[in-house]
């Protein structure tokens, strides 16, 4: 989906060429369950909820702004099989046994909490992708998954557009983020 799509404000979206990748790294089937942590304005979970068919998404969101644009976008979305919680991970996040798909956009500074939580709870064939703008949080997750023991990836990604509508065709840089994705036991 296109980022102009999304209704936006100034809340932080994951975007389009990373949700692209987010999305595929995820290997989505029709009944996952899929838990967004810091769900933003849910451009991951609205574009998750419409390929699960017969799955669900939870968007976990702790921006009171960020939580209505959650809403907005799934009502022009027509997407129905998202349930919403405001609140701040970890709290929020229960029944994580039943949940086998995790994408962590945002932490608020707790991701050893999350992770921890994901960790006890998940099941042994769940998927977490994770990205990180800050080296410090990319440093963090790189450090969790390597002491745990977890099998991962990690890559960088930078993407450049140019705007056609300048007059000089110039790439304009966006943020590079950092890509994890893990699972409990090794790939099949």
């Given amino acids: 989906m296109k980022d102009s799509a999304f209704i936006r404000g100034s809340v932080p979206m994951t975007k389009e ?16 369950r899929l838990m967004d942590i810091g769900a933003g304005t849910g ?5 998750a909820a419409l390929r699960l068919s017969a799955g669900q998404v939870i968007a976990l969101e702790r921006k009171p702004e960020a ?7 799934a009502e022009k979305h027509d997407v129905c099989n998202i349930e919403i919680i405001e609140s701040e991970a970890p709290h929020g996040m229960e029944k994580l046994d039943t949940i086998n798909k995790y994408f962590i956009g945002g932490s608020g500074g707790q991701l050893e909490q999350i992770l921890d939580l994901i960790d006890t709870n998940a099941p042994a064939d769940c998927i ?15 450090n969790y998954f390597k002491n745990k023991g977890w099998f991962f990836e ?18 304009k840089a966006q943020n590079p983020i950092f890509l994890f994705t893990a699972t409990k036991t090794k790939s099949k």
């Fill in 17 to 32: 060429e990373v949700r692209t990748l987010v999305l595929s790294k995820l290997e989505l089937q029709p009944n996952d």
């Fill in 43 to 47: 451009s991951v979970s609205i574009e």
């Fill in 67 to 73: 939580v209505e644009l959650i809403k907005l976008n």
């Fill in 128 to 142: 977490v992708v994770l990205t990180a703008i800050v080296i410090d949080t990319m440093l963090r997750a790189y």
């Fill in 154 to 171: 990690l890559s960088q990604v930078a993407i450049s557009k140019v705007d056609t509508q300048s007059a000089v065709a110039m790439l």
